[in-house]
């Protein structure tokens, strides 16, 4: 798209009265995106000029043959309608982990005979960092290495539920590590 072309949608996606954001989303893409996860604009404050702040003057219309070389400061206020969730979404998988891990360490724990207390403590611990890893930007990256650290702390996690001895512990985690290989290997690298 040319420049004129970018200026015309954005007038339009202003006047039609979407906001900010959604303006952003439209120029840079070219099409209208309609979220209501996104920021909505509550107000906007004319355009002023930078170099004399005292002289509140509007600037006119700039076009895409004119050259501007004052910076053009424009003020945007958003309001943000999304939920605490959407907000934080590694609290979020934080707590989902949590709640998945304290059911199956509570499950361990009773099956094992080693308590259901102790089990689901521990499963809520192992399950909240799983979720941290699952969520991880970085490892999203490395999907491998990401099923990898997953296997080895849910093998850690149910084999510390199951069991009191550090030997079984370790042998639970070498064999978490080699299920989420194998799982990784299937799912990421057999392509």
Same mark, same amino acid.
């Given at each position: 798209?040319?420049?004129?072309?970018?200026?015309?949608?954005?007038?339009?996606?202003?006047?039609?009265?979407?906001?900010?954001?959604?303006?952003?989303?439209?120029?840079?893409?070219?099409?209208?995106?309609?979220?209501?996860?996104?920021?909505?604009?509550?107000?906007?404050?004319?355009?002023?000029?930078?170099?004399?702040?005292?002289?509140?003057?509007?600037?006119?219309?700039?076009?895409?043959?004119?050259?501007?070389?004052?910076?053009?400061?424009?003020?945007?206020?958003?309001?943000?309608?999304?939920?605490?969730?959407?907000? $934080? %979404?590694? &609290? *979020?998988?934080? +707590?989902? @982990?949590?709640? =998945? #891990?304290?059911?199956?360490? !509570?499950?361990?724990?009773?099956?094992?005979?080693?308590?259901?207390?102790?089990?689901?403590?521990?499963?809520?611990?192992?399950?909240?960092?799983?979720?941290?890893?699952?969520?991880?930007?970085?490892?999203?990256? $490395? %999907?491998? &290495? *990401?099923?990898? +650290?997953? @296997?080895?702390? =849910? #093998?850690?996690?149910?084999? !510390?539920?199951?069991?009191?001895?550090?030997?079984?512990?370790?042998?639970?985690?070498?064999?978490?590590?080699?299920?989420?290989?194998?799982?990784?290997?299937?799912?990421?690298?057999?392509?």
């Amino acid at each position: 798209m040319t420049s004129s072309q970018l200026v015309a949608v954005g007038l339009v996606c202003l006047a039609l009265g979407q906001p900010a954001a959604l303006a952003q989303g439209t120029l840079l893409s070219g099409s209208v995106e309609n979220h209501n996860a996104l920021p909505k604009l509550i107000r906007q404050e004319p355009k002023y000029d930078f170099d004399d702040p005292d002289v509140k003057r509007p600037v006119q219309k700039v076009y895409a043959t004119k050259t501007v070389y004052k910076p053009i400061i424009q003020r945007v206020y958003v309001q943000d309608n999304r939920t605490y969730w959407q907000k $934080h %979404p590694k &609290v *979020r998988a934080t +707590a989902l @982990g949590a709640g =998945v #891990g304290t059911a199956a360490g !509570a499950v361990t724990g009773l099956v094992s005979g080693r308590g259901v207390v102790r089990g689901g403590l521990i499963g809520a611990g192992t399950g909240a960092g799983v979720g941290l890893v699952r969520s991880s930007e970085t490892m999203k990256r $490395h %999907p491998i &290495v *990401r099923d990898v +650290a997953s @296997g080895t702390l =849910v #093998g850690l996690g149910l084999s !510390a539920a199951a069991t009191r001895g550090k030997k079984r512990l370790w042998q639970g985690t070498g064999v978490g590590a080699a299920v989420g290989l194998g799982y990784g290997l299937l799912k990421n690298g057999l392509r």
